[in-house]
């Protein structure tokens, strides 16, 4: 593995650039505009970062049913689950820890101080609007969990006119589905609304009777959600802005052979803002938002317990247009509380940050500069840089680099879970951190793209150990990413492979659930009122344990879909998961589902 990256990196090295992804989100002239990798609106063609859009027209014609789903298939991301829809579902975005990704919706940040990461299967597909995935060290921008990257997600909007939506479907395991949203506005006032339930039977999460806690039942689960904004615009520049999303439901799941265990899981996330334009070319941003993730625990008939983590942010932006390219200035303020069954010593801390940022363009280079200083009431200042650095070669290829600083704060349980049999925490612990390096080649012709990167990340003072968890480790995260998106004898094509070579530098053993390889293939092709594909996706083999003496094997997964346009705003939606019906794990001892199909019916005017 090492010899591979070794010859990849020098290729990659001497081109001297940074991958950025095909997207689809657009602005009135037809450019790839992305927010999330220097959270100002700037075209993709100038980023200095690896980012991939998934757009709404993207998500429907996936015809995936969770986040956790679509997400699998995006190059440089694992994503683990154990066992079915609902299930607890972790990221690791280029071999980071899934505590190292941060969740912003609408760009506030959602998800659990305790565990130390979001709690993505419980974000409903029918309520995104479009996702930004932002690769590689982002604290310079966000601050703690953003060692791996950042995956930010913009809610559905209103737009001018009126757009009712509705969709309805059943599928294997029992499972059902439906929402319906209504969108709409005028030049000054927008809205948006949307509601759904999903189910499912499920099936069993531990079919083998000799693993720890298996029960014969099927696991199923059941969602609750909706979202509602609006916007007012006055004056000419100006405008505020409301918006809300709540996602509830249970997850069975086995912990015992004679009770149905349960989790209780609810995400929940309100914003106002406000933009206004002070001066020409100067526009200041403010931002207040509060979110709540709350999971309620009942293992057994006669135990129950609860993790909560309440979030208060509040973001003040200006952004400056200047002949010498774009300002930004920004204040935050972060007060996270935790509720839990357990007794902690602390139960609150809070953040204040200050950031900086400069982007430029200058006939063929590109430049970005970024620091951030964050106070911690915990642990201290942390204080992070990036620099970024591109060159157009010509109209078709682009070359960039870049190199960072990063840091993850503890979680509660890390510091402060009280002393118990198998777990207690250390309130000595002190931040990871991350130097990262990544170099790419980016090539753009009339439908097609072409993307490289080599990243080198380096972690220390990584959190491990146990009973005691300990600043102990050390931990290289290097890979090469490939992605192809463009156009074939018809079809729609996208592909993407990653190496990745994530190890403890001290023991020299792999992190657990990283495969060495990954990769995934998307084919579509409409005619006339049909439009049908096929993907696939897997990776190669993996350890469950640090001692790398449990390992997983490898897969690889096939699925496909039709859809069909009954009339111009009514479709029919056929998808089909795990034809070849393979049989694999994500996490030792849990399954993955067998081959299943599920039919919808969709309304959407275009």
């Known amino acids: 593995m090492k010899h591979r990256l070794t010859i990849a990196a020098v290729a990659v090295a001497a081109a001297f650039p940074i991958q950025i992804s095909a997207a689809s989100a657009q602005d009135t002239v037809g450019e790839t505009i992305v927010v999330t990798a220097t959270r100002q609106k700037q075209r993709a063609s100038d980023l200095m970062a690896s980012v991939e859009i998934i757009d709404r ?70 309520l995104i609007d479009r996702i930004e995935i932002l690769r590689g060290p982002s604290s310079v921008l ?83 959600y909706l979202s509602a904004s609006a916007t007012l615009g006055f004056r000419e520049h100006d405008e505020l802005g409301a918006n809300v999303i709540y996602s509830e439901g249970r997850n069975w799941y086995d912990t ?26 100067w526009d200041s941003t403010v931002r207040v938002s509060y979110s709540i993730d709350r999971v309620r625990d009942r293992p057994t008939a006669n135990s129950r317990s609860h993790l909560e983590t309440a979030q208060t942010q509040f ?30 010593a602390r139960t609150e801390r809070r953040v204040h940050a200050a950031l900086l940022g400069w ?68 309130p000595d612990l002190k931040p990871e951190e991350a130097l990262n390096r990544e170099v790419g080649v980016h090539w753009e012709g009339q439908s097609d793209s072409i993307g490289l990167t080599y990243f080198n990340n380096r972690v220390r003072n990584l959190i491990a150990g146990f009973p005691l968890p300990e600043n102990l480790n050390r931990a290289k ?5 490939f992605s192809y998106s463009g156009s074939v004898l018809g079809y729609r094509v996208k592909a993407g492979f ?16 990283r495969a060495d390889q990954a990769g995934f293939a998307k084919i579509d092709r409409t005619s006339g009122a049909w439009t049908w594909g096929a993907d696939w996706n897997g990776e190669g083999r993996r350890f469950e344990d640090a001692s790398n003496t449990i390992r997983l094997g490898g897969y690889g997964v096939l699925n496909a879909f039709v859809h069909y346009a009954v009339a111009r ?20 001892g849990f399954a993955t589902a067998g081959a299943n199909a599920f039919v919808g019916v969709r309304y959407a005017p275009r």
């Open 57 to 126: 027209e993207m998500i429907e014609r996936s015809g995936h049913s969770t986040l956790p789903e679509l997400l699998s298939g995006l190059t440089g991301l694992r994503v683990v689950t154990n066992g079915g829809a609902g299930s607890s579902a972790s990221v690791f975005i280029r071999g980071a820890e899934s505590r190292h990704t941060l969740l912003l919706i609408d760009g506030m940040r959602v998800g659990s101080a305790t565990s130390g990461q979001p709690t993505i299967e419980m974000i409903p597909l029918a």
């Open 142 to 224: 966000y601050g703690s969990e953003a060692i791996g990257g950042v995956i930010q997600i913009f809610t559905r909007r209103g737009e001018v006119g009126l757009y009712p939506e509705a969709f309805a479907g059943y599928g294997t395991y029992n499972t059902r589905a439906a929402n319906a949203a209504v969108r709409g506005g005028s030049e000054r006032l927008r809205y948006s609304v949307a509601a759904g339930h999903d189910a499912t039977d499920g099936f069993n999460a531990k079919p083998d009777p000799a693993t720890f806690g298996a029960n014969p039942d099927k696991d199923g689960f059941r969602n609750n």
């Open 256 to 281: 015992n052979p004679t009770f149905n265990s349960f989790l209780d899981k609810s995400v929940s996330s309100s914003a106002v803002q406000m933009v206004n334009r002070i001066a020409s070319g």
């Open 315 to 344: 973001v003040w932006q200006h952004d400056v247009r200047t002949a010498a390219g774009t300002l930004m200035a920004a204040y935050e303020f972060l007060d996270q509380r935790v509720d839990t069954t357990a007794v902690f």
């Open 359 to 426: 982007t430029a363009q200058f006939d063929a280079h590109r430049l970005q500069a970024n620091v951030r200083h964050d106070n911690n009431s915990q642990f201290g200042d942390k204080t992070t840089v990036l620099v970024g650095y591109g060159y157009a070669i010509s109209p078709e290829w682009r070359v960039q680099g870049s190199i960072g600083t990063a840091f993850n704060a503890p979680t509660f349980n890390q510091l402060y879970f009280p002393d118990v049999v198998f777990f207690r925490g250390n």
């Open 477 to 481: 995260l290097e890979g090469v990413e």
């Open 498 to 513: 990653d190496l990745l070579d994530a190890r403890n530098v001290g023991s020299g053993k792999r992190l657990t659930r």
């Open 569 to 588: 705003d009514w479709r029919v939606e056929v998808r089909a998961n795990n034809l070849l019906d393979k049989q694999y794990e994500l996490a030792r």
